[in-house]
Antibody, heavy 120, light 107 residues
Framework: QVQLVQSGAEVKKPGASVKVSCQAS????????IHWVRQATGQGLEWMGW????????GYAQKFQGRVSFTRDTSIRTAYMELSSLRSDDTAVYYC?????????????WGQGTLVTVSS | DIQMTQSPSSVSASVGDRVTITCRAS??????LAWYQQKPGKAPKLLIY???SLQSGVPSRFSGSGSGTDFTLTISSLQPEDFATYYC?????????FGQGTKVDIK
Protein backbone atom coordinates (compact mmCIF):
# COMPACT_ATOMS: atom_id res chain seq x y z
CA GLN A 1 0.00 0.00 0.00
CA VAL A 2 1.09 3.57 -0.60
CA GLN A 3 2.85 5.08 2.40
CA LEU A 4 4.73 8.29 3.06
CA VAL A 5 6.71 8.15 6.30
CA GLN A 6 8.17 11.38 7.65
CA SER A 7 10.99 12.05 10.07
CA GLY A 8 10.37 12.89 13.70
CA ALA A 9 9.59 16.10 15.51
CA GLU A 10 12.18 18.86 15.62
CA VAL A 11 12.84 21.77 17.96
CA LYS A 12 14.87 24.62 16.51
CA LYS A 13 15.99 28.07 17.58
CA PRO A 14 15.05 31.17 15.59
CA GLY A 15 17.39 31.68 12.66
CA ALA A 16 18.26 27.99 12.37
CA SER A 17 17.32 25.59 9.56
CA VAL A 18 15.32 22.37 9.60
CA LYS A 19 15.31 19.46 7.17
CA VAL A 20 12.36 17.07 7.10
CA SER A 21 12.43 13.79 5.23
CA CYS A 22 9.61 11.86 3.57
CA GLN A 23 10.19 8.25 2.53
CA ALA A 24 7.79 6.75 0.01
CA SER A 25 6.82 3.13 -0.41
CA UNK A 26 4.19 1.12 -2.25
CA UNK A 27 4.49 2.94 -5.57
CA UNK A 28 7.08 4.09 -8.09
CA UNK A 29 8.59 7.11 -6.37
CA UNK A 30 9.64 8.86 -9.57
CA UNK A 31 6.18 8.64 -11.16
CA UNK A 32 4.48 11.15 -8.85
CA UNK A 33 5.24 14.67 -7.69
CA ILE A 34 5.76 15.34 -3.99
CA HIS A 35 4.12 18.38 -2.42
CA TRP A 36 4.69 20.00 0.94
CA VAL A 37 1.89 21.55 3.00
CA ARG A 38 2.08 22.99 6.48
CA GLN A 39 -0.43 23.61 9.26
CA ALA A 40 0.11 25.80 12.29
CA THR A 41 -1.57 24.57 15.46
CA GLY A 42 -5.32 25.05 15.24
CA GLN A 43 -4.99 26.69 11.84
CA GLY A 44 -5.69 25.81 8.22
CA LEU A 45 -3.57 24.24 5.50
CA GLU A 46 -0.88 26.18 3.65
CA TRP A 47 0.65 24.84 0.42
CA MET A 48 4.41 25.37 0.22
CA GLY A 49 5.42 23.88 -3.11
CA TRP A 50 6.11 20.77 -5.15
CA UNK A 51 8.93 18.72 -6.60
CA UNK A 52 9.17 16.32 -9.51
CA UNK A 53 11.30 13.43 -8.21
CA UNK A 54 12.41 12.43 -11.70
CA UNK A 55 13.80 15.76 -12.88
CA UNK A 56 14.26 17.49 -9.53
CA UNK A 57 12.24 20.42 -10.85
CA UNK A 58 10.55 22.42 -8.14
CA GLY A 59 7.92 25.09 -7.68
CA TYR A 60 7.62 27.16 -4.53
CA ALA A 61 4.87 29.39 -3.20
CA GLN A 62 6.09 32.97 -3.33
CA LYS A 63 5.84 33.28 0.45
CA PHE A 64 8.62 30.71 0.86
CA GLN A 65 10.82 31.61 -2.11
CA GLY A 66 14.44 31.90 -1.07
CA ARG A 67 13.88 30.20 2.25
CA VAL A 68 12.75 26.71 1.29
CA SER A 69 14.41 23.98 -0.74
CA PHE A 70 13.09 20.62 -1.90
CA THR A 71 15.49 17.82 -2.78
CA ARG A 72 15.33 14.06 -3.20
CA ASP A 73 17.36 10.88 -3.16
CA THR A 74 15.73 8.50 -5.60
CA SER A 75 17.92 5.57 -4.49
CA ILE A 76 16.10 5.53 -1.15
CA ARG A 77 12.77 6.94 -2.41
CA THR A 78 13.05 9.92 -0.10
CA ALA A 79 12.11 13.57 -0.51
CA TYR A 80 13.41 16.36 1.69
CA MET A 81 12.14 19.80 2.67
CA GLU A 82 14.61 22.27 4.13
CA LEU A 83 13.40 25.54 5.58
CA SER A 84 15.94 28.15 6.67
CA SER A 85 15.95 31.36 8.73
CA LEU A 86 13.28 29.90 10.97
CA ARG A 87 10.93 32.20 12.85
CA SER A 88 8.45 31.50 15.60
CA ASP A 89 5.59 31.62 13.10
CA ASP A 90 7.16 28.69 11.23
CA THR A 91 6.06 26.49 14.13
CA ALA A 92 3.73 24.03 12.45
CA VAL A 93 3.13 20.47 11.36
CA TYR A 94 4.74 19.92 7.97
CA TYR A 95 3.22 17.33 5.65
CA CYS A 96 4.54 15.74 2.50
CA UNK A 97 1.89 14.53 0.09
CA UNK A 98 1.82 12.69 -3.20
CA UNK A 99 0.61 14.52 -6.27
CA UNK A 100 -2.63 13.13 -7.68
CA UNK A 101 -2.12 12.13 -11.30
CA UNK A 102 -5.63 13.09 -12.41
CA UNK A 103 -5.53 16.67 -11.13
CA UNK A 104 -2.45 18.83 -10.77
CA UNK A 105 -2.14 20.28 -7.28
CA UNK A 106 -4.39 17.76 -5.54
CA UNK A 107 -2.88 15.25 -3.11
CA UNK A 108 -4.12 11.68 -2.70
CA UNK A 109 -1.73 10.29 -0.07
CA TRP A 110 -0.18 12.17 2.82
CA GLY A 111 2.59 11.58 5.31
CA GLN A 112 1.81 11.52 9.02
CA GLY A 113 3.22 15.01 9.52
CA THR A 114 6.31 16.35 11.28
CA LEU A 115 5.97 18.91 14.05
CA VAL A 116 8.60 21.64 13.83
CA THR A 117 8.75 23.90 16.87
CA VAL A 118 10.73 27.14 16.66
CA SER A 119 11.50 28.53 20.08
CA SER A 120 14.34 30.31 21.80
CA ASP B 1 -3.56 34.26 -4.78
CA ILE B 2 -7.14 33.04 -4.99
CA GLN B 3 -8.97 33.30 -1.68
CA MET B 4 -11.23 30.45 -0.66
CA THR B 5 -13.96 31.18 1.88
CA GLN B 6 -15.90 28.39 3.57
CA SER B 7 -19.14 28.66 5.46
CA PRO B 8 -20.09 27.96 8.08
CA SER B 9 -16.87 27.85 10.13
CA SER B 10 -18.45 25.20 12.29
CA VAL B 11 -21.66 23.20 12.35
CA SER B 12 -23.20 21.05 15.04
CA ALA B 13 -25.15 18.09 13.75
CA SER B 14 -26.51 14.71 14.79
CA VAL B 15 -25.92 11.27 13.36
CA GLY B 16 -28.22 10.86 10.37
CA ASP B 17 -28.40 14.58 9.58
CA ARG B 18 -27.78 16.02 6.14
CA VAL B 19 -24.90 18.47 6.26
CA THR B 20 -23.95 20.99 3.60
CA ILE B 21 -20.75 23.05 3.54
CA THR B 22 -20.14 25.81 1.05
CA CYS B 23 -16.92 27.13 -0.45
CA ARG B 24 -16.60 30.33 -2.46
CA ALA B 25 -13.62 31.30 -4.60
CA SER B 26 -12.51 34.92 -5.02
CA UNK B 27 -12.46 34.37 -8.78
CA UNK B 28 -13.65 31.68 -11.16
CA UNK B 29 -11.88 28.35 -10.92
CA UNK B 30 -13.99 26.28 -13.32
CA UNK B 31 -14.33 22.87 -11.59
CA UNK B 32 -10.82 22.74 -10.17
CA LEU B 33 -11.91 22.22 -6.61
CA ALA B 34 -11.10 19.45 -4.15
CA TRP B 35 -12.45 18.60 -0.71
CA TYR B 36 -10.49 17.04 2.14
CA GLN B 37 -11.45 15.64 5.52
CA GLN B 38 -9.11 16.00 8.48
CA LYS B 39 -9.47 14.40 11.89
CA PRO B 40 -7.57 15.67 14.95
CA GLY B 41 -3.90 14.72 14.87
CA LYS B 42 -4.20 13.15 11.42
CA ALA B 43 -3.29 14.14 7.89
CA PRO B 44 -5.97 15.34 5.50
CA LYS B 45 -7.78 12.75 3.38
CA LEU B 46 -8.89 13.44 -0.17
CA LEU B 47 -12.66 13.08 -0.59
CA ILE B 48 -13.60 14.77 -3.84
CA TYR B 49 -11.74 16.27 -6.82
CA UNK B 50 -12.85 18.30 -9.82
CA UNK B 51 -15.77 19.51 -7.71
CA UNK B 52 -17.86 16.35 -7.92
CA SER B 53 -15.66 13.30 -8.56
CA LEU B 54 -15.58 10.92 -5.60
CA GLN B 55 -12.13 9.63 -4.71
CA SER B 56 -11.79 5.86 -4.68
CA GLY B 57 -12.89 4.31 -1.39
CA VAL B 58 -14.86 7.34 -0.19
CA PRO B 59 -18.44 6.52 0.86
CA SER B 60 -21.20 7.61 -1.51
CA ARG B 61 -22.88 9.69 1.22
CA PHE B 62 -20.29 12.35 0.32
CA SER B 63 -21.03 14.41 -2.76
CA GLY B 64 -19.81 17.66 -4.26
CA SER B 65 -21.21 20.14 -6.70
CA GLY B 66 -20.62 23.56 -8.21
CA SER B 67 -18.47 25.35 -10.73
CA GLY B 68 -17.08 28.80 -11.26
CA THR B 69 -16.97 30.41 -7.83
CA ASP B 70 -19.53 28.53 -5.69
CA PHE B 71 -19.23 24.96 -4.49
CA THR B 72 -20.85 22.67 -1.96
CA LEU B 73 -19.92 19.50 -0.10
CA THR B 74 -22.87 17.47 1.12
CA ILE B 75 -22.91 14.59 3.57
CA SER B 76 -26.28 12.95 3.01
CA SER B 77 -26.52 11.09 6.31
CA LEU B 78 -23.89 11.98 8.87
CA GLN B 79 -22.09 9.02 10.45
CA PRO B 80 -20.07 8.99 13.68
CA GLU B 81 -16.81 8.76 11.76
CA ASP B 82 -17.65 11.91 9.78
CA PHE B 83 -17.10 14.29 12.68
CA ALA B 84 -14.03 16.15 11.46
CA THR B 85 -12.86 19.35 9.81
CA TYR B 86 -13.40 19.76 6.08
CA TYR B 87 -11.28 21.88 3.74
CA CYS B 88 -11.83 22.97 0.17
CA UNK B 89 -8.86 23.59 -2.13
CA UNK B 90 -8.63 25.29 -5.50
CA UNK B 91 -6.10 24.04 -8.04
CA UNK B 92 -7.01 26.26 -10.97
CA UNK B 93 -4.33 28.85 -10.25
CA UNK B 94 -0.84 28.62 -8.82
CA UNK B 95 -0.43 28.37 -5.87
CA UNK B 96 -3.14 25.97 -4.76
CA UNK B 97 -5.02 27.52 -1.85
CA PHE B 98 -7.27 26.13 0.85
CA GLY B 99 -10.33 27.39 2.62
CA GLN B 100 -10.09 28.03 6.35
CA GLY B 101 -11.96 24.85 7.20
CA THR B 102 -15.38 23.85 8.52
CA LYS B 103 -15.57 21.85 11.72
CA VAL B 104 -18.43 19.36 11.95
CA ASP B 105 -19.07 18.39 15.55
CA ILE B 106 -21.65 16.54 17.55
CA LYS B 107 -24.82 18.36 18.53
Amino acid sequence: QVQLVQSGAEVKKPGASVKVSCQASGYFFTNYDIHWVRQATGQGLEWMGWMNPTSGNTGYAQKFQGRVSFTRDTSIRTAYMELSSLRSDDTAVYYCARGFTLVRGVNDYWGQGTLVTVSS
Amino acid sequence: DIQMTQSPSSVSASVGDRVTITCRASQGISSWLAWYQQKPGKAPKLLIYTASSLQSGVPSRFSGSGSGTDFTLTISSLQPEDFATYYCQQTNNFPPTFGQGTKVDIK
